[in-house]
């Protein structure tokens, strides 16, 4: 069974940049048909589909925040890391990593199976 756990500083200042890590265990990030994601949730709002990057490393972003961040992974560690700058409050959300294994990555938080905890992150001065 994967587990995935989520890690990060909780309090950001605005213009910013975080950092977080998912952590992976029960199964490898390299393992075929492997897709791994960001997924967050804003206070009173939905899920929200980041980014993701692939068992053969290749990524996936939203085109909303395509140019404000990085999905990268460090296999040796099993890892997978979510890098984000010039934040805002509106940033402000609870940060999941997820994962799926199927053909092709999705865009919809409900594609996901496995599901990390969450990693409150707040941005303020």
């Known amino acids: 069974q994967v587990q995935l756990q989520e890690s990060g500083p909780g ?12 952590t992976v265990s029960g ?10 994601s960001w997924i967050r949730q804003a206070p009173g709002k ?3 589909w980041m980014g993701a990057i692939d068992y053969e490393g290749s990524n996936y972003y939203s085109p909303s925040l395509k140019s404000r961040m ?3 992974r460090d296999t040796s560690k099993n890892t997978v890391y979510l ?8 940033d402000t959300a609870v940060y999941y990593c997820a994962a799926r ?17 969450g990693t409150q992150v707040t941005v303020s001065s």
């Open 11 to 22: 309090l950001v200042k605005p213009s910013q940049t975080l950092s977080l890590t998912c």
């Open 46 to 48: 939905g899920l929200e």
């Open 27 to 36: 199964g490898s990030i390299t393992t075929n048909y492997n897709y791994w």
């Open 70 to 72: 990085s999905i990268f």
């Open 101 to 117: 294994v199927y053909l092709s990555h999705s865009r919809l938080a409900s594609g996901y199976s496995y599901w990390g905890q």
């Open 83 to 90: 890098q984000m700058n010039s934040l805002k409050p509106e």
